[in-house]
């Protein structure tokens, strides 16, 4: 029977336990399991290969993304790092240029000591994109809303491009999740989470996935999986099962707050710019309407030269200052000194990532409630 995204969140994946009835997938807190003779195991070896508690999150994201494969990581930049060890010396792969801030660590840190190149484009122009597809390039990173900028990239638009050039289509789907937009069903041909946002949804764990149709390439990442072993354990395998339940009522909730704020902030005087793509003034609304069945809850904003934004944060009650986003209680940060520092300002500044750029992740409180912290803030903020 297919199921709907909403009951698949629920059912999804494995449901419960076979063996004794349990409506929830027990946590299987064990590192090595019984072989019955050499050779011969019930399906299970070693909690790094393989654990059933992840086993059955792994199948439960790639019901939801609509995929065959899929992969249940540490953290985001776990997945993230494990997916680009499928390349090699020699490579280049095409980024979005705004990206989540670690996502352009690795690479320019890590990867390039490896002979791995990459190239900061902006992804929305696709004609731009189809003009650097040299012979290194192997493969187009995109995040669509990106971060910080929320700017939209069109999904099927580059895949196509892509594909006709034999590229791979990689897509951090962090911000929307499945619940909203489905990029393997675009084109995509991976596609990752950082799992610690929407998907766990409470803030209480760090994990990432990588979700893939193509039998090769699943096959690869799963050996990368096993041999780098950035695994995620069984109680946070868990934790998320137990996250994603919720994720529709969740999203639904946040994506209305998240227009009303949107709205709100884009009315309001002190206000300079807003970001977000659910407004219909914003550059990728079309795109994020076509691609995408809502724009998600996050949101950035510049206030007037005339306002400080330190203080700002610093006036704040309900919102908290911190790291992070997608959780259900509202988050605020500073992206240029916080997730994007590993930037280099120059590039942030071309790019439109200033010092006085405010990030909100809205989260699901009474919306009166988060308006009234933003607008008393806001006040006194006032120089
Ligand atoms: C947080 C984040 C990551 C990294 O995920 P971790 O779980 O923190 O390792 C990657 N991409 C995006 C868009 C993110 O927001």
């Known amino acids: 029977m297919s199921l709907n995204i909403n009951s698949l969140v629920i059912h999804g994946g494995i449901d419960g336990d076979e063996r004794t009835g349990a409506v ?49 990581f540490a953290s985001g930049l776990a997945a993230i790092t494990t997916v680009l060890a499928l390349f090699k010396s020699g490579d280049k792969i095409i980024v979005s240029d705004n990206i989540y801030g670690g996502t352009f660590r690795v690479l320019d840190k890590v990867f390039k000591n490896f002979g791995i190149e990459y190239e900061s484009v902006n992804t929305s122009d696709a004609e731009l994109v189809a003009s650097r597809l040299t012979d290194e390039v192997k493969a187009v990173y995109i995040e669509s809303p990106a971060n910080p900028l929320l700017t939209i990239t069109d999904i099927a638009e580059v895949s196509g491009i892509a594909h006709g050039k034999g590229k791979l289509v990689i897509v951090d789907n962090t911000f929307l999740t499945p619940y909203l937009q489905r990029p393997l069903t675009l084109g995509a041909d991976i596609v990752l989470h950082s799992g610690t946002k929407y998907l766990g949804g409470h803030s209480d ?70 970001y977000y793509p659910g407004l219909k003034t914003a550059e990728g609304y079309e795109v994020n309407r076509k691609q995408a069945d809502a724009a998600g809850a996050m949101i950035s904003f510049e206030l007037k030269a005339d306002y400080d934004a330190r203080r700002f944060f610093e006036e704040l009650h309900l919102i908290t200052l911190a790291e992070s986003l997608g959780g259900v209680e509202s988050l605020v940060c500073h992206p240029a ?26 989260g699901i409180e009474d919306v009166r409630d988060i308006i009234s912290d933003l607008d008393q803030a806001i006040l006194r903020a006032r120089i």
């Open 205 to 274: 764990v760090v994990s990432g996935f990588a979700i893939v149709n193509d039998a090769k390439i699943a096959d690869r990442l799963y050996f990368l999986q096993n041999a780098m072993g950035g695994v995620l354990g069984p109680q946070d395998s868990y934790l998320m099962i137990r996250g994603i339940k919720t994720l529709g009522v969740r999203m639904d909730r946040h994506v209305k707050n998240a227009q009303q704020v949107a709205e709100w902030l884009e009315s309001n005087e002190a206000v300079a710019k807003v």
């Open 337 to 362: 000194s916080m997730t994007h520092a590993a930037i280099p300002k120059e590039i942030r500044d071309a790019v439109g990532i200033t010092d006085g750029l405010i990030r909100l992740s809205v």
């Open 24 to 72: 929830n997938v027990p946590i299987y807190q064990t590192s090595t399991f019984k072989q019955d003779g050499i050779g011969k195991n019930r399906g299970w070896e070693y909690s790094r290969t393989g654990n059933p508690t992840r086993a059955a999150l792994e199948k439960l994201v790639a019901d939801l993304e609509q995929g065959e494969y899929g992969l249940a």
